[in-house]
């Protein structure tokens, strides 16, 4: 489901009424299994939680969602907004469907296109769009078209689709995608003149062009009418008639539709590709467009299949290009033997943190073995220990949409961060982990010269590192951060050959600045993609932490805190630990 931000409907009286019901009818944590906090669902008895939810799902006529043993799919805010949007998008269409329809007879010349049988659909949809916003929530629309995505990316974006697609609907559900021959018939009389029959068939009409052509030679003259055929009056490779067959207006632009056209696809295929119009960017041809065709044309089979799959929201997503990417990889014997098992649109075939594709040409890993990702949090500060709380049922949650079980996430904060407890869960570790996973070590909380303070003793790192190198019998990748005072101090004890060790600052500094959140937030930021391969390694993260240091060292005139430490930068150049989901458009 496509991000949409809550408050928007939220703001509307009958949508504020409908949140407070659902706050009301929320029993209490030991009946339901889940609590609320800052509007996010947070599950503390799975079964309980399960029971309350497919209640909630039925009382509140919600999405379907899946509730699995894990209740990885549950109804959130985005399930809710969701729910309100499809009612807002109904409300506006009762409210402004007889306005709209009562306009076209008068504003139809303005939408008339040279074929004077032919109207601009789109053109129309925006305006009526724009009237409605302007005049509903009082919205000011951008004027620049470069302004437009991050409009739309913005608060008022939902708003703005949840009216456009109310205005598609009432279009289209009246005229079909072309303009009623009533509406046609009174224009023509008002000026006088004789209704001209209207051929809808494509097809029709290149069988009477065929044979004005074929009487036209014979009667000596030169066949001009043939060249028609293959007319393309805009030049996006995609012929006047054949868009008129697809029922596309062919004074528009469709430059994806006519690359696929020209690389020779089908026109079940086509008329896939006429859902874009959904899609933020429209029908642009951009370079990953291009390349997802050129994946899609590789397929020895299911080319309609996965594209119809795609195409199931409109748009193009990271994600779904990669994944063609990955199918496009395999040899003839793989492929068809996927299709066979029904994984062509499983982008995650070992079920495992990472997709198919980022296996196959990111981490280089075996995307038939599953890889974990282990990760132990340490913060040992009681007078922080609310605020970590709070940190860590964030981390949490970025971990469950990856795919990282609660049984993969240890977390010591404040009274629970003993020595003892990590090292009972560093032995556990050594039995469970193996060299195709990862585990990852974040300590926060005071240091010294000398080792780290838990929240019951201070131990030296000579003593934390003999406890660390029982993980070396998994051979599991190992990373490790460090955001005490004086972190440096720990490298001769953390590093190995094996190993990727990160601290906020040198054995000399005290440190002011915590890693571990940059590595959960961060990870997704497009800048920090230095070599841009569309995923954050720990190198890049870590090189993006250092420069941000950088900057606010000098913009605070803080230098004397020092910077952060790495040791084995090159292997974490090629260690990834969160890969989020790539849902944006390509």
């Known amino acids: 489901m496509r991000q949409i931000f809550v408050e928007e409907l939220f703001e509307r009286e009958e949508m504020k009424e409908l949140i407070e019901d659902l706050k009301k009818e929320l029993p209490k944590e030991e009946e339901s299994g889940i609590k609320i906090i800052d509007n996010n669902i947070i599950v503390t008895n799975h079964e309980k939680a399960k029971h309350f939810l497919q ?38 269409k009762e409210k402004w469907q007889e306005p709209i329809l009562s306009s076209i007879p008068s504003t139809l010349p303005k939408y008339k296109a040279k074929n004077k049988h032919a109207w601009h659909l789109h053109e129309m949809k925006n305006d009526s769009t724009r009237t409605i916003v302007e005049s509903e929530y009082k919205l000011k629309l951008p004027e620049e078209n470069e302004d437009w995505i991050e409009f739309l990316n913005g608060n008022g974006g939902t708003l703005y689709l949840t009216a456009w697609h109310a205005v598609d609907e ?39 062009l065929t044979a004005i052509a074929y009487a036209s030679s014979k009667s000596n003259q030169k066949p001009t009418t043939i060249t028609d055929m293959t007319k393309d009056s805009n030049n996006d490779g995609l012929p006047d008639l054949k868009a008129m067959e697809l029922g596309l207006n062919s004074n528009k632009t469709y430059p994806i539709i ?6 020779g696809f089908n026109d079940s295929i086509l008329k896939e590709l006429i859902s874009l119009n959904n899609s933020v960017y429209g029908y642009n041809l951009t370079k990953k467009r291009i390349d997802f065709l050129k994946a899609l044309a590789s397929f020895p089979s299911n080319q309609y299949e996965f594209l119809k799959w795609v195409m199931k929201d409109g748009k193009i997503t990271q994600e779904e290009y990669e994944q063609a990417k990955f199918l496009a990889s395999l040899s003839k014997e793989e492929f068809e033997k996927a299709a066979k098992n029904n994984l062509l649109n499983d982008t995650n075939w070992d079920n495992d943190i990472w997709t198919n594709y980022v296996e196959k040409f990111i981490t280089k890993t075996n995307y038939t073995v599953p890889n974990n990702l282990y990760v132990v949090l340490v913060e040992s500060m009681l007078e922080n220990e609310k605020w970590w709380e709070k940190q860590f049922r964030v981390y949490s949650d970025i971990l469950s949409s990856i795919g990282v079980g609660r049984d993969h996430l240890f977390i010591l904060n404040g009274k629970n961060a003993t020595f003892y407890r990590f090292t009972s869960i560093i032995n556990v570790l050594s039995s469970l982990a193996t060299k195709n996973d990862i585990v990852l070590i974040s300590f926060g909380g005071h240091g010294s010269n000398t080792g780290f303070c838990f929240v019951d003793e201070c131990v030296n790192y000579a003593d934390i590192g003999k406890v660390v190198d029982k993980l070396d019998k998994t051979n599991s990748s190992i990373v490790i951060v460090n955001s005490a005072c004086f972190g440096g101090s720990s490298f001769p004890y953390f590093c190995k ?4 060790v990160i601290s906020n600052v040198d054995e000399k500094h005290e440190s002011w600045h915590p890693v571990i959140p940059q590595l959960f937030y961060w990870v997704s930021k497009l800048e920090a993609d230095f070599d841009k391969n569309g995923y954050v390694s720990v190198g890049e993260l870590f090189q993006y932490y250092y420069n941000k240091r950088m900057e606010w060292n000098i913009e605070y005139n803080t230098t004397a805190e020092g910077l952060p430490q790495i040791c084995n930068m090159e292997q974490a150049k090629n260690t990834y630990i969160i890969t989020l989901p790539q849902n944006r458009e390509v």
Not at 66 to 92: F, M, V
Not at 258 to 263: D, L, N, S, V, W
């Open 170 to 208: 009432i279009l289209n559900s009246t005229f079909a995608g072309k303009l009623p021959q009533a509406v046609e018939y009174e224009e023509e009389r008002k000026k006088g003149s004789k209704i001209k029959k209207i051929i809808g068939s494509a097809a029709l009409t290149g069988v009477l």
């Open 55 to 92: 209640e909630l799902i039925k009382y509140y006529n919600l999405p379907k969602f899946a509730l699995d043993s894990n209740l990885t799919q549950i109804p959130t805010g985005d399930a809710i907004a969701y729910y309100l949007e499809e009612r807002e998008k109904e409300r506006l």
């Open 258 to 263: 006519g690359k696929a056209y020209q690389m």
């Open 497 to 500: 050959d094996s190993r990727v």
